[in-house]
């Protein structure tokens, strides 16, 4: 199947390499060309609103459908496309693909959903990343209320004066902007008093153990508060068992994900659940 296929032979009967080692060299190998051969896939993953208890919107989240590998996950590709400015392109696709057919399924029934979509680092330093953010906006007709942009706390701390400066224009466009794995790495409160943001999503490490774990609950709670006293709106990511779902109604927790409500799903199976989904009328 792979052209280079020999070339990993070669180095893997050559050296001691593990397999870790090996599928890494594959993916490197073969990312250049996932886009072109149609590879990519938008999987999505229901946000619930708490209040409601009724999906609000979708996370887009990238999968690589490898011939021989099969799905591989974000996690394991999207460093090699950082590393070899792929990421870009892919993002780019990622936003295009998402907006599309949310915009699709909010004409088709009417949902009031927006789409949720991971911006890198990398992505985030590109020239006229809101003119590019604006044209896809543009050509699918999707309200720019109806986009999030999820950055991790680490890639707003990367170059801050421009990601502050692309920031401030995509929300002066309207778009939703939330801080992604919050708590995770730097948790410098500066970039919270500093940026336009609209909402924060507490990393699942804090959620995961929350329902017996004392610490994780004040910790939970202390993050809901501070985000509703800067004017933010708190979604909760992870969320597996009934009891932290409890807690985080209690808490006043705004929004909650994961896989208690939906696993990522492909298309197909997410417009099943929103036809299925009882939507209340308003
Ligand atoms: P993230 O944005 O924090 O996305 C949430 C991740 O947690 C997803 O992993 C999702 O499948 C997983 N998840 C959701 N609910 C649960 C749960 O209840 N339990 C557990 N154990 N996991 C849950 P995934 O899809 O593997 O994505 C990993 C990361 O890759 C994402 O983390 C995001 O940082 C990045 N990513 C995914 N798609 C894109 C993309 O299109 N562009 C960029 N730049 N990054 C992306
Ligand atoms: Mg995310
Ligand atoms: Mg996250
Ligand atoms: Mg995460």
């Known amino acids: 199947v792979h052209d280079g296929a020999g070339d990993y032979q070669y180095r893997l009967f050559k050296g001691d390499m593990n397999v870790d080692e090996f599928k890494h060299i594959v993916l490197e190998h073969d990312l250049p060309h996932a886009l072109e051969n149609n590879q990519l896939r938008v999987y999505y993953q229901p946000q619930i609103d708490n209040t409601t208890g009724t999906i609000c919107g979708l996370e887009a989240l990238i999968r690589w459908e490898h011939p021989t590998l099969g799905l591989v996950s974000p996690g394991e590709f999207l460093p090699v496309a950082e590393a070899n400015g792929l990421i870009t392109a892919i993002g780019q696709w990622v936003l295009q693909t998402a907006c599309q057919q949310v915009k699709i399924w909010q004409q088709q029934g009417g949902y009031?959903?927006?789409?949720?979509?991971?911006?890198?680092?990398?992505?985030?330093?590109?020239?006229?990343?809101?003119?590019?953010?604006?044209?896809?906006?543009?050509?699918?007709?999707?309200?720019?209320?109806?986009?999030?942009?999820?950055?991790?706390?680490?890639?707003?701390?990367?170059?801050?004066?421009?990601?502050?400066?692309?920031?401030?224009?995509?929300?002066?466009?309207?778009?939703?902007?939330?801080?992604?794995?919050?708590?995770?790495?730097?948790?410098?409160?500066?970039?919270?008093?500093?940026?336009?943001?609209?909402?924060?999503?507490?990393?699942?490490?804090?959620?995961?153990?929350?329902?017996?774990?004392h610490k994780d609950q004040e910790i939970v709670k202390t993050i809901i508060e501070l985000g509703?006293?800067?004017?933010?709106?708190?979604?909760?990511?992870?969320?597996?068992?009934?009891?932290?779902?409890?807690?985080?109604?209690?808490?006043?927790?705004?929004?909650?994900?994961?896989?208690?409500?939906?696993?990522?799903?492909?298309?197909?199976?997410?417009?099943?659940?929103?036809?299925?989904?009882?939507?209340?009328?308003?």
């Not at 004017?231 to 927790?253: I, M, S, W």
Request: charged share 25%; glycine share 4%.
């Open 228 to 282: 509703h006293r800067l004017g933010l709106k708190v979604c909760a990511e992870g969320v597996e068992y009934e009891e932290q779902f409890t807690l985080l109604k209690d808490f006043g927790c705004d929004e909650a994900q994961g896989f208690l409500f939906s696993k990522p799903m492909p298309p197909e199976e997410i417009e099943q659940l929103l036809h299925t989904t009882p939507w209340m009328k308003d």
């Open 112 to 213: 009031p959903i927006h789409v949720s979509v991971n911006f890198s680092a990398l992505q985030f330093q590109q020239d006229n990343l809101a003119d590019a953010v604006q044209q896809v906006l543009d050509t699918t007709g999707l309200e720019p209320a109806c986009l999030r942009v999820e950055i991790t706390e680490s890639a707003m701390m990367t170059n801050l004066e421009q990601t502050a400066d692309t920031l401030k224009q995509l929300q002066s466009r309207g778009i939703q902007l939330a801080v992604d794995d919050f708590g995770m790495y730097y948790s410098s409160l500066q970039y919270l008093k500093h940026f336009p943001l609209d909402l924060i999503k507490i990393d699942r490490s804090f959620i995961k153990d929350m329902h017996n774990q």
